[in-house]
RNA sequence: GCCCUGGUGGUGGAAUUGGUAGACACGCAGGACUUAAAAUCCUGUUCGCCGCAACGCGAGUGCGGGUUCAAUUCCCGCCUGGGGCACCA
């Protein structure tokens, strides 16, 4: 009876899906675990085995912990609104929901194949009218409440309509608009239209206005990734960035609960870092500055003092007097009116170069570039006149998208000055070389007035105090983060529920929800960067005549539907609330359900969505938290990330101008050299190693190398390699479902554990897969023999192989529960290993070995269970219980080093003490000979682990 | 540019992070079984030196310094691969 593993895991896989083995209970008496993946994207390309990496280790975290007692909830779903499907239907004319159902399906025949435990009758995709009705709801909660400042939290807008009508605004600052100010009076005088543009200003889901990549000759908005060197992907096109209206959320307003709340859950250091830069809190001052400028092109004309001052951030105010310039971003408004006639056209060409820069160009330009404005601001506390300049470092959305440059203190000012010729002043003396900036705190000041011989540090609040005295600076708290922008001018995401009419937003009541997504003819963008949606004028107005609500009137009708859709996150901001509950139609998720389930207390995934993702899920969390709707504000107890399996390519290289290929060892220059050749990727399923098959090769692409040429090395042709991002079109996935027919699921699930920490990214391989099958085929032959059939036997374990089963289960319960899965396999090998060199084919040693291996190999485990004669399912069945008395030695032998390096071993009793040790050592022969006569200077004897001889 | 992260034999990795560097695999080499192959089993395998071998010696965890009886692990400075940077998901 040999190990056949097809026959197996389809048996299984067929029975566990008829008897329900992965239903789940929302009632049960045993302890919850909530273990989740993030949901995939179903993109055409299928899995690749990249994919199923956290997936394999949630699977077996979710069976560990059901065979250790547990109701687990192991839910999986799609990710199914999204950019791809909708640039596919523009390609290809097939409709985006068409496109992802079928690519849905492949994923799911995929998943299938490698035995995983979801609870598939809980599967959700977004992208679903019965899910996206609850993403249209929690948006609208989002969209009728305001963060209360006071109480920390998120609260219903009709309270704070009705604080506004008792007392105005007094208590609560805009966070749209701080110079927004009003008395109860003037809050009831307001027109209608009024008041809800200052509501907006409130609303935690609201609309304003950004800038987004705007192409004329598409007419469209461009995501980021469609744009390519400052030009449309498709079609090259000129890209520039244009206002639009835009809806946020008001993730700014949790900015000091983002980051307080980190303290609460397990995200790893690094984690938690990302999160904290990418919120950026930082402690500073605003400060005003007057500006000078000549408005006329005469040279001896006097300077004209403007009205508005050039307000500032920095965190240093300290450094008031090293500021010999200022940078204000491209798009401040304050340069038009501030320009000098004679600086205009240098200003006006270099503002049209930055509109074609993206943010991150923007920053990572290494070239200095700038433009004078012809402008000064004037230094309040000496009156010197500084420049103030523009240039695309300083970016408009952070502070006041102005700041001072500090030369001697800030490196990025520093290269400014240098590269501009700008006089650098030194206030930190002796701190400053003349050559690199010094960012310190601790230099005495120097050059600086009042502040002379003051500690940095110190100065900031004296000059704060002072500032505010003069009426021109206040200290502020920043946050790098902005709010996050809501809305898409796209079809293939979820339609706001909202209607406009005289420029006022009306949210649709709850019971017109799913407001469903239309079929179009086209997806090509409406008029002015709106999105397909505002091409068809029968859903945009299908409600018209509805009533809408309007203070004091009987209402109002007319209104017509937004047209932006929701962007890819929405949906993905709250789905693991809606496995706990996925059928329910009357509510996102039942109150009693989630507080049963309670927070995911395990979430795997990758660290791209460390400041995306996983930000605006914890916002969504903490608004539904606030608002009543759940009972916990952080969604994830412990997230576990897992690496990125990279992609190895591989390469051949062909002499230009030719059809000959040439090996890549022979590229040293010698005969070859690597310049003249056109590097070309080949797929890696043709090339062993690093060796191509060049049959294969030949036949490639309907034989577009038939007629290659090869100039080998040693008779074989060996490619180049090089590791980057697993893609389709880079030639170097590898798809699971050939790896799981080849070698079955187990062997698969295993051998991806057994590739790394789950956490590391590495590059796949596909040749170690044949060692961890030799493993499962050698635990197989511990039951069944190929000649004689059965080998198992009822005999009673010796001690010796009490111990390694003992140890074994030490090991992997370890391991498993600290999500080292790799060590943990290599654990399974070493067990086996060591029972097949006993010879031992006990059952009461195997029947734990099998539930140990449960979770990781369900399929065999399975089997061999029940030929062991057991009747229930191995699923369930208790996990093995470790026993120290089983493992306990007596003695240990020693490691002694002379001066570090090991020498020598020594065995000894485990309870020796070191004043025992001593003579022992001494008296060592090997210690003797490196001694040569002399006394050691100390003996370091570490209990349980080494001894050490320093001479 | 900014933020995060990794670098250990021919290869993936181990050492649960101050305490025997290279577990477990892959690959490779040699051998057993076989008419043969597959499968399986056994032996060896960090590098260098001496040697028939055992033993022994030296070097060694990206590079250069440092702390320590002891450093893959801690500190300082470099080099380099990967991920993210706000409309891919």
């Avoid at 009709?158 to 008792?166: P, Q, S, Y």
């Avoid at 086209?522 to 945009?540: F, H, M, Q, R, V």
């Avoid at 996935?733 to 079955?744: A, S």
């Amino acid at each position: 009876m040999e190990y056949n593993f097809r026959d197996i895991e389809k048996k299984w896989q067929a029975h566990w899906k008829e008897s329900g083995a992965y239903k789940v209970s929302n009632e049960s008496s045993k302890p919850k675990f909530y273990v989740l993946d993030m949901f995939p994207y179903p993109s055409g390309a299928g899995l690749h085995v990249g994919h199923p990496l956290g997936y394999i280790a949630s699977d077996i975290y979710s069976r560990f912990k059901r065979l250790k007692g547990f109701n687990v909830l192991h839910p999986m779903g799609y990710d199914a609104f999204g950019l791809p499907a909708e640039q596919y239907a523009i390609e290809h004319g097939v409709h985006p929901a068409k496109s992802t159902a079928q690519n849905i399906d492949n994923f799911r025949g995929q998943l299938d194949n490698i035995g995983f435990c979801f609870d598939w009758d809980r599967e959700v995709r977004t992208c679903e009218p019965g899910y996206y009705k609850w993403t249209q709801w929690i948006f609208l909660q989002l969209f009728n409440s305001f963060y209360n400042r006071l109480t920390q939290k998120a609260e219903s807008l009709t309270l704070l309509v009705v604080e506004f009508e008792n007392n105005g605004n007094a208590k609560h600052e805009c966070p749209g608009d701080g110079s927004i100010k009003f008395t109860a009076e003037k809050w009831k005088a307001f027109s209608e239209k009024e008041k809800q543009d200052i509501l907006m200003n409130y609303r935690l889901a609201f609309c304003g206005y950004g800038e987004v990549n705007w192409c004329e000759a598409l007419g469209t908005v461009l995501a980021n990734d469609e744009v390519v060197n400052g030009v449309s992907e498709r079609g090259g096109h000129p890209v520039v960035k244009k206002k639009l209206r835009q809806w946020y959320l008001r993730i700014t307003e949790y900015a000091d609960r983002l980051l307080s709340g980190l303290d609460t859950i397990e995200f790893s250091e690094a984690m938690k870092e990302m999160q904290t830069n990418w919120i950026g809190k930082s402690y500073g001052a605003e400060i005003d500055f007057v500006i000078v400028s000549r408005q006329s092109l005469d040279v001896n004309a006097k300077p004209s003092t403007h009205n508005s001052p050039l307000t500032v951030y920095t965190t240093r105010p300290d450094t008031i007097f090293g500021v010999d310039f200022m940078v204000v971003a491209p798009e401040h408004e304050l340069i038009e009116k501030i320009t000098t006639p004679d600086q205009k056209q240098a200003v006006e060409e270099y503002i049209t170069y930055v509109k074609s820069r993206s943010d991150r160009e923007r920053q990572a330009e290494k070239k200095i570039s700038g433009c004078f404005t012809g402008a000064y601001a004037v230094n309040p506390f000496n009156q010197k006149q500084i420049p103030i300049w523009i240039s695309e470092y300083v970016l408009a959305g952070y502070g006041t998208g102005a700041i001072m440059g500090v030369p001697c203190g800030d490196e990025r000012d520093h290269r400014f000055a240098k590269h501009f010729n700008i006089p650098i002043s030194n206030i930190i003396g002796e701190h400053y070389n003349g050559v690199d900036a010094n960012p310190t705190k601790d230099a005495k000041l120097e050059n600086s007035e009042f502040l002379n011989g003051v500690v940095m540090r110190d100065a900031i609040a004296i000059v704060n105090e002072k500032l505010e005295e003069m009426g021109i600076g206040k200290k502020k708290v920043n946050y790098k983060m902005r709010d996050a922008a809501f809305s898409r001018q796209r079809y293939w995401g979820e339609p706001f529920p909202i209607v406009w009419k005289d420029g006022i937003a009306y949210p649709l009541d709850e019971k017109e929800l799913p407001l469903l997504l239309p079929e179009v003819e086209s997806y090509s963008p409406g008029p002015d960067g709106e999105g397909p949606l505002a091409n068809i004028s029968d859903w945009k107005n299908q409600y018209a005549s509805l009533l809408l609500p309007g203070e004091g009137q009987d209402g109002v009708t007319g209104g017509v539907l937004e047209t932006n859709t929701m962007p890819g996150y929405a949906g993905s901001s709250w789905y693991f609330l809606r496995y706990m509950d996925p059928h329910n139609n009357e509510t996102f998720c039942d109150r009693k359900v989630s507080d049963y389930w309670n927070q995911v207390d395990l979430y795997i995934g990758g660290t791209e969505h460390a400041v995306g993702h996983l930000l605006y899920s914890r916002m969504w969390t903490k608004a539904l938290c606030d608002l009543g709707h759940i009972s916990f504000d952080e969604p994830f107890r412990k997230l576990l990330n897992q690496g990125m399996i990279q992609g190895s390519s591989r390469f051949v290289y062909r002499l230009k101008g030719t059809n000959k290929f040439v090996s890549h060892g022979l590229l040293d220059g010698a005969a070859y050299k690597i310049e003249d050749t056109d590097p070309i990727r080949v797929d890696v399923n043709f090339v062993d190693g690093v060796e191509l098959d060049i049959e294969t090769f030949k036949k490639w692409r309907n034989g577009e190398y038939a007629a290659a040429e090869f100039i080998l090395d040693a008779g074989k042709y060996i490619c180049g390699s090089e590791v980057e991002k697993m893609s389709k079109s880079k030639f170097n996935t590898v798809n699971p479902d050939e790896l799981v027919n080849k070698f079955g699921a187990d062997t698969f699930r295993m051998y991806e554990m057994f590739l790394g920490p789950v956490d590391q990214s590495k590059p796949w391989d596909t040749k170690g897969i044949e060692g961890v099958h030799r493993f499962l085929k050698k635990l197989w032959r511990l039951f069944f023999d190929e000649i004689k059939g059965k080998v198992w036997n009822e005999e009673k374990a010796t001690p010796e192989e009490l111990k390694v089963l003992h140890r074994c289960i030490k090991k992997i319960e370890d391991d498993t529960e600290r999500y080292s899965f790799n060590t943990a396999v290599s654990g399974f090998m070493i067990c086996v290993n060591e029972l097949a060199d006993l010879k031992c084919n006990k059952r009461e040693v195997l029947e734990s070995l099998l539930i140990m291996l449960t979770p990781y190999a369900p399929h065999i485990s399975e089997e061999l269970w029940g030929a062991l004669g057991n009747k229930g399912s191995v699923l369930d069945a208790g996990y093995p219980k470790f026993e120290e008395k089983y493992v306990i030695e007596s003695s240990k032998e020693y490691p002694v080093s002379i001066n570090g390096k090991v020498r020598t071993n020594i065995t000894l009793p485990l309870d020796i003490t070191q004043a025992e040790v001593d003579p022992i050592v001494i008296a060592n022969e090997v210690v003797q000979k490196w001694l040569e006569g002399k006394e050691p200077k100390k003996i370091i004897f570490v209990k349980g682990k080494m001894i050490n001889v320093v001479i």
